[in-house]
């Protein structure tokens, strides 16, 4: 028997229910009729830091109201995702927004003009290893909350600026609110940073038909190449390591992968083509290892 209504869960905030939206309003072009269902996860209340807390504090909420029928779909963000699959689910990646990261600063400020001690908000120790890598002066505290709220922090004054994934901003509509949108060869973004994973369970025939209908080919192949790198270096998503990937229209993938001490002393770096995302994710996991990755991930 076919279903009246798709419920698509989300957490509550803005970011989420924009980007579910975004989801919902696709399914129902293609002719599936569609909702969202709101769940709120241990991340929307708990302000610790993500490292603190857990990895997949923002998705197995979501995972476990799709397991246990509550909802059919879950939209999450993909860097979110732990990078083992998981068997209950069946996943697709539809078109990747902007990958980089942005600063948005009192005053119109850049990473180069912000003065000597700046505060700056970030807790991702990705992102405060590359700052320290180019402003070792830079005063990094740590930040939580959504996107509103960690910008507000600027505009009190209580921080010169903030880092954010330049994605989220431009999914709603705050694009403008950045002062820098760095590229990765400054600031490299982490694996999957842009692209959002739709889920539903995989003995669930007729959601997994509507959200192959989602399914973007480039964006797949880049994130997953981007993600087999995290994966291999067993590494968790709150851990300094970056990745990006992009696709020629000849299936050529480029890659570049890196690995940060956190006090942005050190910085160990691939860059490598291929076509198949798994070799090719391996084959930087292999390099920066045996140039010494897991020393620094475990610092």
């Known amino acids: 028997m076919t279903r009246t209504t798709l419920k698509i869960g989300t957490r509550r905030s803005k970011?989420?229910?924009t980007q579910a939206g975004h989801m919902r309003d696709a399914l129902i072009a293609e002719g599936h009729d569609a909702e969202l269902h709101l769940v709120?996860?241990?991340g929307d209340v708990n302000m610790?830091?993500?490292e603190r807390i857990g990895v997949g504090v923002f998705t197995q909420k979501l995972r476990e109201a799709m397991a246990a029928g509550e909802c059919d779909i879950a939209v999450h963000s993909f860097k979110d995702l732990p990078t083992a699959p998981d068997e209950r689910f069946h996943l697709v990646v539809p078109v990747r927004a902007d990958a980089r990261e942005a600063l948005i600063?009192?005053?119109g400020l850049t990473l180069d003009t912000l003065p000597e001690g700046a505060r700056v908000g970030t807790s991702a120790p990705r992102r405060i290893s590359q700052l320290k890598a180019h402003r070792p002066d830079l005063d990094i505290r740590p930040l939580r909350g959504n996107i509103e709220t960690r910008m507000g922090y600027v505009t009190d004054g209580e921080l010169d600026a903030v880092v954010l994934a330049y994605a989220g901003l431009s999914r709603v509509d705050m694009g403008d609110?950045?002062?820098?949108?760095?590229?990765?060869?400054?600031?490299l973004p982490a694996p999957a940073q842009g692209a959002l994973a739709i889920e539903c369970r995989a003995d669930d025939a007729e959601a997994v038909a509507a959200v192959d209908k989602l399914a973007d080919v480039a964006a797949t192949t880049c994130a997953h190449?981007?993600?087999i790198v995290l994966n291999r270096l067993e590494a968790g998503c709150t851990a300094p390591v970056a990745s990006h990937a992009t696709l020629d229209a000849d299936g050529t993938i480029h890659l570049t992968a890196g690995v940060f001490a956190l006090d942005g002393s050190r910085q160990l770096l691939y860059q490598g083509t291929g076509t198949d995302p798994?070799?090719?994710g391996e084959a930087a996991a292999a390099d920066l290892l045996g140039r010494g990755a897991a020393d620094l991930i475990d610092r």
């Open 225 to 227: 190449t981007e993600r």
């Open 278 to 280: 798994v070799t090719l």
């Open 105 to 107: 600063a009192r005053d």
């Open 40 to 42: 709120t996860t241990e």
């Open 177 to 187: 609110r950045a002062t820098q949108v760095f590229g990765p060869e400054l600031v």
């Open 15 to 17: 970011l989420a229910t």
């Open 48 to 50: 610790a830091p993500v």
